[in-house]
């Protein structure tokens, strides 16, 4: 079956059991469900240390990012969190679902950094959009916290895309560089 069409496939089901175990009160299947998605991903991927390096990145930037959203009151989840103040788990296992998408099903994104932006500031809103709708977060003032999400996805998503490239790039090079002879 088609690389891309596997990827995709994974993130989609991933997506909607966080969202929809979320609104049901039990996250925890959801991220059970990310973690099969992500595990499946590492076990396919060629070069599975850049792949990890890029997950530990997009999950620090998502929960750094979803804990100010909740600390200022932007976003408020139905779910507690394990720290008062902070992003809840699923929602940083979703950064980590979607990181398994940069050089994969999303790579097209590489080629415009100003289209990146855009898909960005238009695709995370709508993203919170359909977790409102299907009752895992809500939002105090909705124009302006998904602006302000907007805002956050057309910074982050191209810095996600360059730093995919760019693990994906070393790690082509290491596959090239010869290999050392041990001296005695």
């Known amino acids: 079956m088609n690389a891309i069409l596997i990827n995709i496939s994974l993130f989609q ?18 991220t059970l469900a990310i973690a099969v998605a992500v595990l499946t991903h590492l076990a396919r991927s060629e070069r599975r240390d850049g792949e990890i390096r890029l997950l530990a990145v997009a999950g620090a930037i998502g929960f ?19 720290i008062p103040g902070t992003a809840p788990y699923w929602i940083v296992a979703m950064w980590l679902l979607f990181a398994t998408t940069l050089n994969v099903g999303m790579r097209w994104l590489r080629k ?3 289209m990146t932006a855009i898909v960005g500031a ?14 895992a977060v809500s939002f105090p003032d909705p124009v302006l916290s998904l602006a302000v ?15 995919a490239s760019r693990v994906e ?7 090239r560089a010869p290999a050392r002879k041990m001296v005695s």
């Open 149 to 163: 999400i907007g805002l956050g996805w057309a910074v982050f998503l191209p810095l996600l895309v360059l730093y």
């Open 64 to 82: 750094g990012w979803e804990s100010l959203l909740v600390a200022t009151g932007l976003v408020q989840y139905g779910e507690a969190s394990a």
């Open 13 to 30: 089901a991933g997506w909607f059991a966080a969202v929809f175990s979320a609104a049901a009160s039990v996250p925890f299947l959801g």
């Open 112 to 114: 415009s950094m100003i």
């Open 122 to 135: 238009i695709g995370g809103p709508l993203s919170f959009l359909a977790g409102q709708k299907a009752g």
């Open 169 to 175: 790039e070393q790690a082509a090079i290491v596959d």
